[in-house]
């Protein structure tokens, strides 16, 4: 993971003593995959991070359940095999397999963090150090939308919450941004549309590494998932989690909270001494076993094939997560370019529908001034009248002559 680093292995080195020509410690760690979002997988990273540098030199070896469907299982930049039904299958592969979840396997070279009282939970301060906000920067898929609220949409959510998210991003001026099941985003899409508030969804597939930099760089965050409530918390404390308890009261007084909140960066003194604690055990364990016999594996050729095969899949891994993240941000950028000609289409609209009334005003205009200037050169015009009343007199007496005269004819024949 490029943006899970140390930055106290690079202070402190050398605090580490030298291996004195100690045997590379093989250490397998086990990804968690049962979760909603990659926030365990996330962290067990970075805790195997820290067990690298404290106990170096080791050799990470990275491991999933072999019934694990999650998508984060093809993450490009490890190389990650399946657990086995079977762990004593591992036992000349790792000199430790360490893993949350694992506190019932009675295999000797298991360690469970959980014995030394260190939670997936707990251990999410770890993040905190290793995913720093200048290496996770470059890994958003939507650098548009960094200070945005990012509502995470894992059920059907109320109107209420879309009716304080979309007033709160309006007094805010700050965009909204979705995650979660694609037809959870639309229903609660429609729902913001209701309150006159516009949402971007991200895309359903995002790495670990891509939904860090998403949480890490959100300008607050509204979730029911109490895991990214607690690694939000763990970056900036930017976060409301939501439950069916809230009413719009609450929950107006959380998000303005949420949205002053800083987190306290203080190092965590229990969380380094728990960390500490599993490295020691981690070693100890590992130590114990190095007397045993090592399968030919380890010999000079099958560890150089290895090498070049980690190597080429490095390569393609890179590849491959650079061309994915080329992708997300070209996605972002054509949706920012189509919301700019959208703007700018409504704004020639506008000017189109003034353009259309003020001609519309100045041809009324014209026509009453063309009438004044016909009354004042010309009088007012006079009607006709509906009947000429001397024409029909006239009329009349024409017919009745024509009638005496043709009496006085018959009158006169007899």
Do not use: C
């Not at 093809?74 to 299958?89: C, F, Q, T, Y």
């Not at 979730?223 to 009413?247: I, W």
Request: cysteine-free; charged content about 25%.
């Amino acid at each position: 993971m490029n943006s899970i680093e140390s930055t106290t292995a690079k202070n402190d080195t050398a605090a580490n003593p030298p291996s004195n020509g100690r045997e590379t410690l093989n250490i397998g760690i086990v990804l968690p995959t049962q979760e909603r979002h990659p926030v365990g997988w996330l962290t067990t990273r970075a805790l195997g991070t820290e067990i690298e540098w404290r106990n170096a030199p080791v050799e990470l070896q990275w491991f999933v359940p072999r019934t694990a469907t999650s998508q984060w299982t093809d993450d490009a930049s490890l190389n990650i095999s399946r657990l086995p039904e079977n762990l004593e299958e591992l036992e000349d592969d790792v000199d430790v397999l360490v893993g949350f979840e694992l506190a019932e396997t009675t295999s000797e070279f298991v360690v469970d963090p959980t014995s030394v009282d260190l939670t997936l939970h707990d251990a999410t301060g770890l993040l905190r150090r290793y995913l720093l906000p200048d290496l996770s920067d470059s890994t958003h898929p939507a650098p548009t939308l960094k200070e945005s609220i990012v509502v995470d949409i894992d059920d059907d959510m109320s109107d209420m919450v879309a009716a304080e998210v979309a007033r709160h991003a309006r007094s805010r001026e700050l965009p909204v941004t979705l995650i979660g099941p694609s037809d959870h985003q639309t229903r609660f899409a429609t729902k913001l549309k209701h309150y006159k508030q516009t949402s971007t969804a991200l895309n359903n597939d995002l790495d670990p590494e891509e939904f860090g930099a998403v949480a890490q760089h959100a300008a607050l965050i509204v979730t029911s998932d109490p895991a990214l409530h607690q690694m939000a918390k763990t970056f900036h404390g930017r976060s409301v989690l939501v439950d069916d308890n809230l009413d719009n009261k609450e929950l107006q007084r959380a998000l303005w909270s949420a949205a002053s909140n800083i987190a306290v960066l203080e190092p965590d003194g229990a969380l380094e001494e728990r960390v500490t604690r599993l490295a020691e055990v981690v070693e100890q364990t590992a130590l114990l076993r190095l007397n045993r016999t090592i399968s030919a594996r380890s010999a000079s050729q099958e560890r150089e094939r290895g090498e070049q095969s980690q190597k080429l899949h490095e390569q393609q891994s890179t590849h491959w997560r650079q061309q994915r993240r080329q992708a997300h941000q070209l996605i972002d950028a054509l949706r920012q370019e189509l919301l700019q000609l959208q703007k700018e289409l409504d704004i020639a609209r506008d000017d189109a529908d003034n353009t259309r009334q003020a001609l519309r005003a100045q041809h009324n205009r014209l026509n009453e001034l063309e009438t004044e200037i016909a009354r004042q050169d010309q009088g007012p015009a006079r009607l006709q009248r509906s009947v000429d009343w001397h024409s029909v007199a006239a009329q009349l007496e024409r017919d009745v002559l024509k009638v005496l005269r043709w009496l006085r004819n018959q009158l006169g024949r007899g």
